[in-house]
């Protein structure tokens, strides 16, 4: 190699040396390639009545680990000083991929040959090749970490300064948007959605993100709400206003109970505890059949009503409809946007309580807590008492969320309560930014709508959920909008209303 | 009295293969202090490829059980503590030194990438296995009630005894296994000291790993069943198993899914199979409100 006659070997010398680590460290990453998708991606396994049989699909192989080498020699230029070299080969690659994707017909073939049989995965690996060639620009543009200013800690700052403006401006477009144009049914619906998810959040955050106590069972308090609105309209006939304050205070006691015993444990044990508990009432919803329907679950729970006015086309026997009492046309979206309108109120009332919380002496013992355990036992706060108040707050409004939920759905099962939606709400607040209320919004949005605005590619979606769970942690591991500074601020200068010294004390 | 006797092997059985997946557990927290919650998943992935590794042997024609089995577990475990190495890799290793639930969501994620993987490309439905092992020993003879010791599962508790062995070799007489140490003790002073730390803690999960590939052939060939759903289960159980003989220690692995493997047959035999879950739970529950550093766990001294 070295004395090839076309080239001055005085000149080859310095890239062969440059190049030779990052073609064998790419060498070794192909390798470690093959051996992970040689057989698992290689061959499937079919089930016939002759037994398993195989399926082969190596060329799919082929091209994982091909895209395994090329983008680890990318990824060393990247990374080692040669930006440009590494741009020109992401920003190839993407551009060919962008080539072979946009021009597509009905043939299914385009101008390019495209690496894999099936769409999504191209534009996957698409996304994620323009994804490094705009890292490689900053790289090359600025000079520095490549992080966009908002991301900054000078960004971060002011962006947090701006956090009330954006929070009422966010607000202000939640409560005006069912009347746009284009608010459809779909929207509606995903909303809803997205805002159950983002009260769950900011209940669990009281949990994780205020007091430190990291939950992985926050599901058994949704469920315990969702079922206490169950089984009370079912049993004793109450009807979603009635039945909210119920959920809310049995979630709560629920909350203390369960807490009582295991708050003495420090993290990943209380974390493994939390998700046991999560297990066990799931297994107990499944197996107490006589009471609470087992697997089959409950049907026919009532809809929230608007002062007890029903939304249906036709009135019960001597009772009013909301459309007929207000004199409009029936449209079943009305009853989708009432839905909204209450859970939006729900998750404001949750954030404004978190909001106040914080600056009670018990909302500041909880971040105290969070940050040093030893030391507030020291400053005479107990602790067990302490964790007990955030773990039975949050409880209480992850059991008003599983009420609406019970209303919302009008049928609950154990199926929804699984440890996925555990996680799932865990990766919300924790992808926010741990403490940060509107970080919830943005992880809601991120980790629940858009999701929701692929169903197409349902197969995709938890995989591509996962692996962006994981990207976006390794991106930033702190969260997306992370702040852990304390609420009170004594800096000099920079007196914030809650700074005053003589304000509570804990 | 049969009755016992028989939960009791079987209880052994079940738990050596908790043991097995709970050494990784414990491996990986004593070692970076954090909750690896895809070893469940690596696990399944394990048995996934033991079965495919047997259809691929089958197709190439080879018949002859025991070396058939052999090679199964030595790939299935090659290509599981790949996926070992490479989940270490990629989501933990770059956010070591950062703050603590950053691995564990990192984890939490790689787990749900696995399972919806696996369920990609594999499907959703479960693949049956032919049984490789049959027969088994009558224990006990004229009584009604006849107590069988099956082949499958004396090689199971057979193969634990002999890896126990090995490991035990491993981690305490060898290089490996005393930078392993080192690590656990202090990672900054291993490092000072010539320890290569990044690679002791990508063994250690290649180690776990293989352990649970083991685990998961096993399984596969003793259910003659796996779905891409097993992990989950298996690993929170697993996890349990770990914490109740004392997270960080190895023997204390072993122990506890032995024991929670026991307390899973008696329960299911004496009380109720649907509430087996519940039992291993509720002492899970009450072992860390009674005896928080497990049974063989060394109390740890919070320093300020």
Redesign the interface.
Known sequence: MRQTSLFDPAFLRPILAFLRPILIDAAKAAG?AT??TV???G?????NPQ????EYRFDDVFTAVAIVFFGRIALSLLSGGRVLAGLVVVGGFSAWMLIALLTVGETGIGLLPKPFASTVVCWIVTLAAIGFSLRGFFLLTRGDKGAPAVFKEEGALSLRRMTPWIGAALILFAFVMPWFDFANRRIMDMAVLVLTYVMLGWGLNIV?GLAGL?DLGYVAFYAVGAYTFALTSFYFDLGFWVALPVCGAMTAFFGVMLGF??L??????L???T???G??IR??L??WWWFTGGPDGIRGIPRPTFFGMEFRRKPREGEETFHSFFDLDYSSVDRIVYLYYIILLLALITNLFTMRMRRLPVGRAWEALREDE??CRALGINPVNTKLTAFGLGAMFGGFAGCFFAARQGFISPESFT??ES?VI??IV??GG?GSQIGVVIASILLIGVPELFRELQ??R??A??????LV??WR??GLLSHRDPTVRLFKGRRTKSARPSEGTA | MEPFLQFLINGITLGSIYGLIAIGYTMV?GIIG??NFAHGDVYM?GA??A???Y??LG?LGVTWVPLALVLVLL?AV??TS??G??VER??YR??RG?????P???A???????????Q????A?N????PVIQGSFDLTSGSDFVVKLGFMQILIVVTTVALMVVFTYLITKTPLGRSQRACEQDQKMASLLGVDVNRTIGLTFVIGASLAAVAGFMVTLYYGVVDFYIG?LAG?KA??AA?LGGIGSLPGAMLGGILIGLIEAFWSGYFSV??K??AA??I??LV??FR?TGLLGRPDI?K?
């Open positions: 470690i051996l992970l057989f698992m991606v061959i499937r396994t079919v089930d037994g398993l049989q195989a994780v990291l015993p295991v003495r444990l420090r993290g990943d044990y974390a493994i505890v998700l046991g508990f297990e066990i297994v107990i499944i197996n030893v030391a440890f996925i996680a865990l990766a924790v992808l741990l197969e995709y938890m995989l959920f996962g692996g962006g769970m994981v942690m390794v591991p702190r | 927290y954090m909750i992935i996934f490829n079965v495919i590794v259809l691929v197709i790939l090659v290509l790949t996926y190495w490479a990629l989501a770059p956010l950062s703050f603590r639930l950053a564990l969501i990192t939490i994620g790689m787990s749900i990438f696995l399972q919806n993987y696996v990609l490309l594999q499907g439905r693949k049956p296995l032919p989950f929170i996890f349990t914490v649907e509430y879950d519940v739970f509720s899970l529950v860390l409100i928080p919070e300020v």
